[in-house]
């Protein structure tokens, strides 16, 4: 089997009166991220992970903030894009580790509707899907609550066969 890992790491600043969407889920906050899309980091990070796994870039060349085809887009939509670019190249996704730092709210409360979230955007078991969330004890633009960041890191594999399937088409071209 086929197995690579990736990493990826998003950030946004917090203003008031803005939507809280993290992990594919809205909080109630009386901050927001200021973004193009919904600015959920922790899918963005998610979806840097798995690109970078697949050695595919990351989202902004994927999904540019630059395009008005993603402003104000649910990041749920991006997530479940980039599951679907892995899978055109024959990955399927081993399992995500996501941590999200920031002061306020807590977010344990949302977590297991985060996972349950994230699972069924990438096609995968809910025990695939790790959501930590931590302060940074007051220090930091998180801990003054000025922002919120996430890192995520992704591990994807495809099988011998995926393998062969996904990379006949280069074959072919080359020869």
Sequence with gaps: MNFRIGYGYDVHALADGLRL????????HSKGCVAHSDGDVAIHAICDALLGAAALGDIGLHFPDTSDDFAGIDSRILLRRTAALLAERGYRVGNIDCTI??????????????????????????????VKATT????????REEGV??????????????????TAPARQRQQ
Excluded: W
């Design 101 to 130: 730092a920031m002061q306020r709210p807590k977010l344990r409360p949302h977590i297991d509707a985060m996972r349950t979230a994230l699972a069924a955007d990438m096609n995968i078991a809910v025990d695939c899907v790790s």
């Design 21 to 28: 969407v993290l992990g594919g889920v809205e909080i109630e």
């Design 136 to 143: 940074t004890e007051r220090l930091g633009f998180e801990g």
């Design 149 to 166: 960041s996430a890192s995520a890191a992704a591990l994807i594999y495809r099988t011998d066969s995926e393998a062969q399937s996904a």
